[in-house]
C-alpha cells in the first residue's frame, strides 16, 4: 500500500478511531486493576511448613521473609542445636518454596507467553526479547499513526 493510499485510508476511518481509542483505554485500565488485584493479593501470601513429629512450623511472606517461628510440642528439645538449626532451615525453605508456588500460581496466567516463572524471578529473562517490538492494536490506529496524521495535513484536515 503506498503512502497516498495508507493516509486516505486513514482518513477514511478516522470516524471509527475515537472509539477505537477508548476500548484501548478500557483494556489498559482493566489490565492495571488485574495487576492491582494481583499484586494486593501477592502480599497477603503467606506459607506454612511443619517439621517431622511437629518439631518446628516456620511461616513465611511471600518474598521468603520469616513471619512465625512455632514449636508445638517440646520434641525440639530433644534434638542437638545443630540438628535443630537444620531442621528449621529446611522447614523455612519447605514454606518459601510454597510461598513462591502460590505466588506463580497467581502470576502465571498474566504472563505473556514464552516467559519461564523461574527465570523471570531469577532476574534471567530478557524481557524485552518477550514482549513485541509493536503494541498490538486496532488497524485503524495503526494506520493513523503510521500515515494518519501527515494524511490529515495533505487532505487539508487538522487532526494532529
Do not use: C, W
Not at 98 to 124: R, Y
Amino acid at each position: 500500500m503506498s503512502p497516498t493510499e495508507r493516509a486516505q485510508r486513514a482518513m477514511s476511518n478516522l470516524n471509527a478511531f475515537p472509539e477505537d481509542v477508548d476500548q484501548l483505554l478500557e483494556q489498559y485500565r482493566q489490565r492495571r486493576a488485574e495487576a492491582g488485584q494481583i499484586q494486593r493479593k501477592m502480599r497477603e501470601v503467606a506459607s506454612s511448613a511443619t517439621a517431622p513429629r511437629q518439631v518446628v512450623k516456620v511461616t513465611v511472606g511471600a518474598q521468603g521473609e520469616l513471619k512465625a517461628l512455632e514449636f508445638p510440642t517440646g520434641a525440639y528439645k530433644r534434638l542437638p542445636p545443630a540438628e535443630l538449626a537444620e531442621l528449621i532451615l529446611t522447614t523455612a525453605q519447605e514454606a518459601q518454596t510454597k510461598a513462591m508456588a502460590a505466588i506463580q500460581e497467581l502470576v502465571l496466567p498474566k504472563l505473556p507467553g514464552g516467559l519461564n516463572f523461574a527465570d523471570l524471578i531469577k532476574g534471567t529473562t530478557d524481557l524485552a526479547q518477550a514482549m513485541p517490538e509493536e503494541p498490538p492494536m486496532p488497524e485503524v490506529v495503526r494506520d493513523y499513526i503510521d500515515g494518519g496524521r501527515s494524511a490529515s495535513h495533505m487532505l487539508g484536515g487538522n487532526h494532529g
